[in-house]
């Protein structure tokens, strides 16, 4: 019954390949997330959407393209993998206010060779 | 740009002391402070959140939320072996539907 999860939960690809990550949450929330974690350790907000809509939209590269079919489900799809897209990506949820907290993921550690 | 500050330590405590962990926000309008335990290879994991002014407390878990100063902490008491993590300080925007800027953490090491 796990709330928030992410698959794969490993992806080793070549550099200038195509992949996806697929997020799904049976918490019933409305809000879901994108984070990149670096090999700092320093998570930084990509994307949100709410409902289905984007409302965050910080500054990625028009490579990532976030994908939200329903409230429960967040896709990253990202084209041209690059070297510097090595990291963690969590997917997290919440309600809509932005005083709820967000429940995250065990992420997608992405790895480019 | 809105920053929030953390010593990233570690921070070094012996078994059994209080742990005291400190975040600095630069956004004067944040309103929601959130801290979460990160363990090595783990994904964050939400330890306390705090709103108000004063302190909140949660079994050995006290946040303490000062808007005046900017200034938020996490204290643990009687720390134990398995509380050695990276914490991090995480602000929500005021006005900003849900976006958490997060700290780069504060790693956690608890002695024997």
């Known amino acids: 019954d796990t709330a928030v999860s992410q698959t794969p939960k490993y992806l080793v690809t070549q550099m200038g390949n195509d992949k996806s990550i697929k997020c799904e949450q049976n918490?019933?929330?409305?809000?879901m997330y994108w984070y990149k974690q670096d090999s700092k350790k320093f998570l930084k907000i990509m994307f949100s959407?709410?409902?289905?809509?984007?409302?965050i939209n910080e500054t990625v590269p028009n490579r990532f393209s976030p994908k939200s079919p329903d409230k429960a489900h967040l896709n990253l799809h990202i084209n041209s993998l690059e070297l510097g897209d090595s990291a963690v990506y969590f997917c997290?949820?919440?309600?809509?206010?932005?005083?709820?907290?967000?429940?995250f993921g065990d992420g997608t550690r992405l790895s480019i060779l | 740009q809105k920053e929030v500050e953390q010593n990233s330590g570690p921070l070094s405590v012996p078994e059994g002391a209080i742990a005291s962990l400190n975040c600095t926000y630069s956004?004067?309008?944040?309103?929601?402070f959130f801290w979460y335990r990160q363990y090595s290879g783990k994904s964050p994991e939400l330890i306390m959140f705090?709103?108000?002014?004063g302190d909140k407390e949660d079994g050995r878990f006290t946040a303490q939320l000062n808007k005046a100063s900017q200034y938020v902490s996490l204290l643990i008491r009687d720390s134990q072996p398995s509380d050695s993590a990276t914490y991090l300080c995480?602000?929500?925007?005021?006005?900003?539907?849900?976006?958490?800027?997060f700290g780069t953490g504060t790693r956690l090491q608890v002695t024997l």
């Open positions: 995480a602000v929500n925007e005021d006005g900003t539907a849900s976006k958490l800027t």
């Open positions: 918490l019933g929330h409305d809000t």
């Open positions: 997290a949820s919440s309600q809509v206010s932005g005083a709820q907290p967000q429940h």
């Open positions: 959407y709410n409902n289905k809509e984007l409302i």
């Open positions: 705090i709103y108000s002014n």
């Open positions: 956004d004067r309008g944040s309103q929601s």
